[in-house]
């Protein structure tokens, strides 16, 4: 019995390679493909695939939007995201709207045929990266429990814990923004939610706060 599996990615050469290559797989078939997630929910009313291989960045409707709707409709289809992206801000949301697996784009065929008939037998997989990404999460959890400012700093996304890096360096607006590539315009909106988060009033204040917890060490 074969295992069917959906295509969904915004760039058809993605899709392409990846029909090419599962072609070669006598237990797997390759039975539809949608450019986004508004189209895959669309299919999934005319064909019943076992597991979804999920891009995350797409037009209409992304990964993380598509894998919610497509869990709370059809619970039985399993979900394997499969990005270039290993950062918290987007392994942990596609988990919680009900992934099974996690896997980055980088992943070897081989790898990625046993992905698929893991997560097909009720396993859940997770890239190494996604993995650190959870235990991280995991721990910064535990410790938010006990220090409230660790609950505070889980608030900022990951640029801004960049900036709030700098800050504790000493630097200005205009260098924070020589090092990070980004405009001084964009560093003070950063700045600014980042003391909003924190319950704070100037950067001083944050440079301590960081400093006392450690957070950059």
Known sequence: MKINVMLVDDHHMVRKGLRFFLSTQSEIEVIAEAGNGQEAITLLETVKPDILLMDLTMPVMDGIEATRQVKARFPEIKIIILTSFSDQDHVLPALKAGAEGYQLKDIEPDELVKCIKAVYQGNKQLHPEATTQLLSELTGSAAAKENPDERLFQTLT????????????GKGNKEIAADLFITEKTVKTHVSSILSKLCLHDRTQAAIMATKNGWFE
Do not use: H, K, S
């Open 158 to 169: 990951a640029r801004e814990r960049d900036v709030l890096c700098e800050i504790t360096r």
